[in-house]
T-cell receptor
Framework: DGGITQSPKYLFRKEGQNVTLSCEQN?????MYWYRQDPGQGLRLIYY???????QKGDIAEGYSVSREKKESFPLTVTSAQKNPTAFYLC??????????FGPGTRLLVL | AQKVTQAQTEISVVEKEDVTLDCVYE???????LFWYKQPPSGELVFLIR??????QNEISGRYSWNFQKSTSSFNFTITASQVVDSAVYFC??????????????FGPGTSLSVIP
């Protein structure tokens, strides 16, 4: 089945720790995105990538980093510089700048 | 600047009632896309529909229908004969095609729909 997978479903971070969220797609989409969703809020764009080895900052990139070494994969690292990382993280992909398709999300909690 | 407003934060209806979710958008572009997504309690956003700015025909898909009116910059979503499974947060979104920019899909704040059995 074609789709987007995110892992883990739940992730716990200790103070000062970097953690990496996985996002994989087998839709052959060129563009991939990371969004953050806080309780009762809409989606805010963290990073996006249009092609392999290229990515751009979104509206709230501080404290996050990404890589795009393969078309299928767009991992997000939440660094220790992100002081308020507790949120729901959604990965998406699109074949162009139009319809984005989303993964199931990862809930990040701080211990 | 582009903006999406969903004035209804939360709506509760009794099962089998019809419900309309409002979406009002702002854009200066003449070419744009509008979307609706559903986010059930599991969290994943499910794509429902995409409309481009040149197609004002209303669309019906089963119990779902969409009313796009450029004159009022609205793209409202109606669920007929609501069911408990319709309980979710619904997001309206806007993408300005003329910007050719991947970072400009703007999501509204969402409307939380609760369908009570």
């Amino acid at each position: 089945d074609g789709g987007i997978t995110q892992s883990p479903k739940y992730l716990f971070r200790k103070e000062g720790q970097n953690v990496t969220l996985s996002c994989e797609q087998n839709l052959n989409h060129d563009a991939m995105y990371w969004y953050r969703q806080d309780p009762g809020q809409g989606l805010r764009l963290i990073y996006y990538s249009q092609i392999v080895n290229d990515f751009q900052k979104g509206d709230i990139a501080e404290g996050y980093s990404v890589s795009r070494e393969k078309k299928e994969s767009f991992p997000l690292t939440v660094t220790s510089a992100q002081k308020n990382p507790t949120a729901f993280y959604l990965c998406a992909s699109s074949i162009d700048q139009e319809t984005q398709y989303f993964g199931p999300g990862t809930r990040l909690l701080v211990l | 600047a582009q903006k999406v407003t969903q004035a209804q934060t939360e709506i509760s209806v009794v099962e089998k009632e019809d419900v309309t979710l409002d979406c009002v958008y702002e854009t200066r572009d003449t070419t744009y896309y509008l979307f609706w997504y559903k986010q059930p309690p599991s969290g994943e956003l499910v794509f429902l529909i995409r409309r481009n700015s040149f197609d004002e025909q209303n669309e019906i898909s089963g119990r779902y229908s969409w009313n796009f009116q450029k004159s009022t910059s609205s793209f409202n979503f109606t669920i007929t004969a609501s069911q408990v499974v319709d309980s979710a947060v619904y997001f309206c979104a806007l993408s300005e095609a003329e910007r050719a920019s991947y970072d400009k899909v703007i999501f509204g704040p969402g409307t939380s729909l609760s369908v009570i059995p």
